[in-house]
């Protein structure tokens, strides 16, 4: 592993570090934000996952998180979204491919070689955390906004014991039923939507819930909102009577300004749980 950069930030340190991927076939960027406490022992983890066009970086320098983590004790990753190089496979579209994966291991060509997003988010950085940095993987929770919101719900929901709460902004709710899905799920799973069914946050909460609490922040002025299909998930957690915090909230977009907005209400929501 290699260390790209190490930033004092809040009492704590704002790392970015670059690593050999097995799971992706390629180097990976991660962001990390250890927060004081760290110094002392293992501290809890948030895991934030980015959205469309991201990298590891929008997150971690607009989205305004490491004043809460650090109030919490709480330590912050951002991994990227897709694999990286030149030698990966891409797409015109700024949907699908680099900036896109979805956060699902591809079957399909181009991209299986390279996208196996979900084991790398779930298997492979966990451990390079665990062997690297005074981080605590008994106590996880995750959130993420829009493709990274779709990811925290679908990773939360289909690993029951893993993470002790789930949060999002502005998921993408349904992708099953929504271009931000079907093109993706088409592209990296291939036509046959039995294969889809994992990947969509909607029906893993009609199948299975959550054992834990659950918020989720969308925008009445969200311009993709048609797109995230929030309603759908809302019928989900109604019918499941799951417990859950869903809210519209006046006038905000989709964009960080709305992101961090929140965040304060998100992080403490998580540390509620991750102190229980
Ligand atoms: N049309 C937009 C769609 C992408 C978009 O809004 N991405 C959101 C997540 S779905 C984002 O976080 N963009 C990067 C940023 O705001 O820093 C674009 O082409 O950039």
């Known amino acids: 592993m290699e260390t790209l950069s190490e930033n004092a930030c809040f009492g704590g340190t704002q790392g970015v570090y670059s690593h050999a991927s097995q799971s992706c076939a390629c180097d990976m960027t ?3 934000f250890l927060p004081r406490e760290a110094s002392d022992g293992p501290v809890p983890v948030l895991w934030y996952l980015s959205g469309l066009t991201c990298t590891h970086e929008n997150a971690m320098v607009k989205a305004g998180a490491q004043a809460w983590a650090a109030e919490h004790g709480i330590a912050l990753v951002f991994p990227d979204t897709s694999p990286r190089g030149d030698d990966v496979a891409d797409d015109e579209a700024y949907d699908l491919g680099k900036g896109a994966g979805f ?4 079957t399909q ?3 299986a070689p390279h996208y196996q997003m979900w084991t790398y988010i779930t298997e492979e950085l966990p451990k390079v ?3 690297g940095f005074a981080v605590d993987l008994s106590r996880q929770a995750i959130t993420g906004h829009s493709m990274g919101g779709h990811g ?3 990773m939360a929901m289909a690993l029951p014991g893993r993470f002790k709460s789930v949060s999002a902004f502005a998921p993408i709710s349904h992708p099953t039923a929504s271009e931000w899905g079907r093109k993706q799920l088409t592209a990296y799973l291939g036509a046959d939507e039995s294969k889809w069914i994992g990947h969509d946050a909607t029906l893993l909460m009609q199948e299975n819930g ?3 609490p659950v918020l989720i922040d969308t925008g009445t002025q969200d311009q ?3 797109l995230l299909n929030p309603e759908a998930l809302a019928q989900a957690i109604a019918s499941r009577r799951q417990q859950a915090t869903l809210r519209m909230q006046p006038g905000y977009d989709h964009s960080y300004f709305f992101v961090s907005t929140f965040m304060e209400e998100h992080m403490a929501f998580h540390a509620d749980a991750l102190y229980a």
């Open 224 to 226: 993709f909102i048609d």
């Open 210 to 212: 959550f054992d834990g």
């Open 129 to 131: 955390l665990d062997h």
């Open 30 to 32: 991660f962001g990390l």
């Open 103 to 106: 956060y699902v291991n591809a």
């Open 152 to 154: 925290a719900l679908t």
């Open 109 to 111: 060509d181009p991209w």
